[in-house]
């Protein structure tokens, strides 16, 4: 059979991908590609095929010398086509496998995974899936003039590293769209990506890289179908692949670019691994509910961008917000939580801030340095409310807006003790002790420490470049601490002890838009 007619039966029309052959032998009128998930008429399909052949032939003309057919290629002397390939074809085969594998070794750099319900458009690849499957079927045409090793290396590795790059264009596609089965979708990818990589010389570790992702999607597709336990092993074999990969491409000139995309994926793989555990584990009685929380985590839409893009937009954050979403289940089960004394339906996350600060009393002989400790607050959801991240007052106790009420001659003397307005709320936060949480509800920590340090730092900034007395040493985030609260008239009412000192946040909380289990 002809190489071209045998290179392939039938092409996706919407990626470039081969069709598989158990979709080719179905009697159906309709074929689902397996590397982009798209359906399609049979028919259109082979209009596709066909048009991508007529541009195949179409190079090949171009390429070769008049005269030649490479339908009869294997009958042609082994010199002549020798010197076919090395003054004709491999020029142009050079030309455009230098581009190509550029253009995969920058999409390697990237992370190539999203944890579930999440998606990632940061990843814009060089080319479509379907330039580099047509650059794959131009190499596979003319296979057959490759006699002698150098010639052979050059196409295996053109043709591998197009089908791969291919594969991995549509992977960036499926990170872009949060939608059913397309973790099974970017297995198949992985896999393909896998065993277009060995035959690769120096790209063992990429080989590698895309075997752990392909098992870590797999784990994905089970956990998303409730099977924790199952998916358990897959993420954690494949943070061990990845973690050797990481060691391999260290000190690797080639593949280097690849490490702190590997790191990031391994930080995924820990972050899932996680999660199945917990879940497998049974902290809690609904594995639903939990993915269902999940999900809505994941489905916030943090700023990516900005002062606040580095730390939200960094995916290892969720290790943290799971911990901390893991000891909330486990409460709910019959353990504890650092709870603040008083009534109320809903703990709601606070994160409680050590505040050491100082100011100068007095005029002339009078004047001296006071130092004054104060207990801050943040909801912990702070990160979910773009007026917290523009205006820090409104995500905290703000204890500068408040001043202790003093007379002039107080300034003056150096008998002030304080320029800040903390009222009670150290005597809250001190009554935190580890407690079952009984039936009442929690709403669940979205943010971590050092976001909530940074709040803290965003707010000083602001209070110092309003009074240049303060002088302030740095915030120390103490714990998480849950205080109850009731919802009254679709809103969240905090104790008592908060005095003039509620957080504009916490005013504007909406208990249907917060996750509480």
């Known amino acids: 059979m002809n190489r071209l007619d045998d290179m392939v039966m039938l092409r996706c029309k919407y990626c470039g991908a081969p069709l598989d052959r158990k979709a080719l032998e179905s009697d159906s009128p309709y074929i689902t590609c397996s590397s982009c998930g798209t359906s399609q008429q049979r028919m259109d399909a082979k209009a596709y095929l066909d048009q991508m052949m007529g541009q195949i032939q179409s190079w090949i003309s171009k390429t070769i010398p008049g005269g030649f057919s490479m339908a009869q290629s294997e009958n042609v002397d082994s010199v002549a086509r020798f010197n076919i390939f090395n003054n004709n074809v491999r020029p142009r085969i050079e030309t455009e496998y230098s581009e190509y594998r550029f253009a995969t070794n920058s999409l390697l750099s990237n992370p190539l995974m999203t944890l579930p319900f999440t998606t990632d458009n940061s990843v814009v690849p060089t080319h479509t899936s379907a330039k580099a499957f047509e650059f794959n079927a131009k190499i596979k045409s003319i296979e057959a003039l490759a006699v002698d090793e150098s010639s052979k290396n050059i196409v295996v590795s053109a043709e591998e590293m197009a089908s791969a790059y291919a594969m991995l264009i549509n992977n960036t596609k499926l990170?872009?769209?949060?939608?059913?089965?397309?973790?099974i979708l970017m297995a198949n990818?992985?896999?393909?990506?896998?065993?277009?990589?060995?035959?690769?010389?120096g790209y063992g570790p990429a080989a590698d890289r895309f075997r752990a992702l392909a098992g870590i999607c797999t784990g994905c597709e089970k956990l998303l179908n409730g099977d924790s336990m199952g998916?358990?092993?897959?993420?954690?074999?494949g943070r061990a692949q990845l973690e050797k990969v990481k060691t391999a491409v260290n000190a690797d000139l080639t593949l280097g670019i690849m490490y702190q995309a590997v790191e990031m994926e391994i930080t995924q793989a820990k972050i899932l691994s996680d999660l199945a555990a917990f879940m497998t584990k049974g902290v809690a009685k609904d594995p639903l509910q939990v993915l269902n929380t999940v999900k809505g985590i994941m489905s916030f839409n943090y700023p990516k961008a900005g002062k606040w893009g580095y730390l939200l937009g960094n995916k290892g954050r969720f290790n943290?917000?799971?911990?901390?979403?893991?000891?909330?289940?486990?409460?709910k089960a019959g353990g504890t939580l650092p709870i603040v004394l008083g009534p109320g339906d809903l703990l709601v996350p606070f994160w409680d801030v050590d505040l050491k600060y100082s100011f100068q009393s007095g005029a002339a002989w009078a004047k001296k340095s006071v130092e004054v400790t104060e207990d801050l607050l943040i909801?912990?959801?702070?990160?979910?409310?773009?007026?917290?991240?523009?205006?820090?007052?409104?995500?905290?106790?703000?204890?500068?807006?408040?001043?202790?009420?003093?007379?002039?001659?107080?300034?003056?003397?150096?008998t002030e003790t304080s320029i800040s307005g903390g009222e009670g709320i150290g005597r809250l936060s001190k009554t935190a002790a580890q407690n079952y949480p009984g039936t009442r509800k929690i709403a669940v920590p979205l943010s971590t420490e050092k976001e909530a340090k940074k709040l803290v730092s965003e707010y000083l900034a602001v209070c110092t470049s309003q009074d240049s007395k303060l002088k302030l040493s740095n915030p120390y985030?103490?714990?998480?601490?849950?205080i109850p609260c009731n919802i009254i008239g679709g809103r969240v009412e905090v104790s008592n002890g908060f005095g003039k000192l509620v957080p504009e946040r916490v005013r504007r909380m909406d208990p249907s838009k917060m996750i509480i289990i």
């Open 477 to 482: 985030v103490k714990s998480l601490i849950y």
């Open 175 to 183: 990170l872009h769209e949060d939608k059913p089965g397309r973790y």
């Open 320 to 331: 943290e917000v799971f911990d901390n979403l893991s000891k909330v289940l486990s409460a």
């Open 379 to 414: 909801p912990a959801d702070f990160v979910v409310d773009m007026q917290c991240l523009n205006d820090p007052r409104s995500g905290l106790t703000d204890i500068f807006s408040i001043r202790p009420e003093k007379s002039i001659l107080s300034g003056i003397k150096g």
């Open 231 to 237: 998916s358990l092993s897959y993420f954690e074999n």
């Open 189 to 201: 990818n992985f896999n393909e990506a896998y065993a277009a990589f060995r035959k690769i010389k």
